[in-house]
C-alpha cells in the first residue's frame, strides 16, 4: 500500500463572478465621497472610508459564496475480487490472502468487494467486517463492468481512487468491462490489475 502525505487547505468561491463587484463598488464609494455635502475631519474621514470599504467588501465577499476546500493527497484503494465460478477455489483463497496481507494496517483508507453476477460489499472503508457477513453474489457469471462502476461509486470523494483488480479476466454478463475502465480513467479512478489465474494470484507489474 502506498503512503500518504497530509491534505492541503484552501479556498474556492461557489459564485466567482460577484468578486468582480468589488473594484465597481470601490469605485462608487470614491465618487460619492468626492461628491459628499458633509464636512469631516480628516481622522473621521478616514475612518468613514475604511468602514464603509469593509462594509462593502463583506457584501461582496458574501456573495461569492466563499468556502473552504481540503485537497487531500491520501489515496483510498477498493480491492474488487473476482468470486466467480471460474476462480477455482484455491485460487480464490490465496486473492483472499493477498487482499488481507495488503489492507493490513490500512483498514481506514480500503475496502474490499466481492463480485461475479454483481458486486458485494465484504468490508466498508474503516470498519470492521461486517457482522454478519453479506451473502457472496451468485456466481453463475461475471459482470466487472458493473463491479467497475460499483467500486468507483464508493470511493470518497476528496480523495484520490484506485481500484485494486484481482480476476481471471472472464466476462460473461454486462458491458465492455473496456468501456467502464475508460471513463473510470478520465476521471482519474486508478486501476490496478492481478491476474488470478493458476498458480496463486501475483501482482502485474
Known sequence: MP???DGI???AWDRPG????LPIALLLIFLAERRSLVTWTRRQAIFCRILRVAVVALIVLALAGPRSVHTSDKVAVIFLRDVSDSISLPVSRDAAATVAAARSGEENRSAEILFAREPVVLQPF???PLDPAP??????ASDLSSALEF???????DQAGRIVLLSDGVVTAGR?????AASLAERGVEIDTIPCLPPPCRRRR
Request: negative net charge.
Open 151 to 157: 467500486a468507483a461509486a464508493l470511493l470518497p470523494p
Open 9 to 11: 487547505e484552501g479556498m
Open 135 to 140: 451473502a457472496r453474489p451468485a456466481a453463475d
Open 176 to 180: 465492455d468491462p473496456l468501456v467502464s
Open 3 to 5: 503512503s500518504w502525505p
Open 126 to 128: 474503516g470498519q470492521p
Open 18 to 21: 460577484f468578486l468582480l463587484l
